[in-house]
């Protein structure tokens, strides 16, 4: 092994290994929404299509940036949609859906979709905070964290009007559902999402800074299900909810992970 590959891929993971931490971690992922399961696809590996280049120097031969690559994971978006924002005649904003007649989404799957947050939860009064089911479950037996990026290394030739927020927490403690919260910076501008682009990247961080993860399709099983029941949605009823972690710890089965097959 060249000193390139072994600082991109196994640097502090030997140690690690030595501490009794795997090269390899299993992470189970399933879906949990009410109907309309067929929506939301699998998640794939992130992979370039670049052809092959004629030096041994160029950036796709590097190994670091091959490990990096490598690590995510991306979620395709289940919808196509247009939204954008409108003033009423009192001058408040309003949510439409740009492609009106044309739109492939009735009002009631876009209410079960997403959500306008309050203006009191903004971060900024001008910047409106969108909120969307994105019912993804990541689990695992042993210590790792998911971590929800947008998709930055995709390029789109119409940047989004705004920021997608990132996010992080412990799916072996917590591994409640995700959501997709996106922040609108620019008004004047529609937020267009189509079916089957990037939508956002999860990756995950083990205790072996050197392990990849091995992602596969995770039973509903009884355990897991009665499990999320006990987690979901308690921001509805308590701020800090990380507070809650050494509880859902003392309730937790020994195992949820269950891959199906």
Not at 152 to 174: D, K, S, T
Not at 177 to 202: H, I, M, Q
Request: glycine share 6%.
């Amino acid at each position: 092994m060249s000193w390139d590959d072994y600082f991109a891929a196994d640097a502090g993971g030997a140690e690690a290994e030595r501490r009794g931490k795997k090269r390899t971690v299993t992470v189970g992922w399933t879906v949990r929404f009410a109907k309309s399961d067929a929506i939301w696809s699998p998640p794939t590996t992130f992979s370039r299509s670049d052809p092959k280049s004629k030096s041994g120097k160029s950036i796709q031969a590097c190994p670091a940036a091959i490990d990096f690559d490598r690590r995510h994971f991306v979620i395709p978006c289940p919808v196509d949609l247009t939204l954008a924002f409108v003033r009423d005649a009192q001058g408040r904003l309003q949510l439409t859906d740009a492609d009106g007649d044309q739109s492939g989404m009735r009002p009631q799957g876009r209410a079960n979709l997403l959500q306008l947050q309050p203006q009191s939860e903004w971060r900024d009064p001008e910047r409106p905070i969108l909120q969307f089911t994105a019912p993804y479950v990541f689990v695992a037996d042993e210590p790792c964290w998911v971590v929800q990026t947008e998709p930055y290394l995709h390029w789109f030739p119409e940047r989004r009007p705004g920021v997608a927020m990132g996010g992080r927490y412990p799916i072996h403690i917590w591994p409640r559902p995700l959501a997709w919260a996106f922040e609108w910076y620019d008004l004047s501008k529609p937020l267009v999402l189509k079916r089957g682009d990037p939508w956002f990247y999860v990756h995950f961080e083990t205790e072996n800074p050197g392990a990849h993860v091995r992602l596969v399709e995770q039973e509903m099983t009884d355990e897991l299900e009665t499990y999320l029941d006990s987690i979901i949605d308690v921001s509805n009823y308590v701020n800090k909810t990380y507070g809650l972690f050494g509880e859902a710890q003392r309730i937790r089965p020994e195992k949820l992970l269950k891959p199906k097959g």
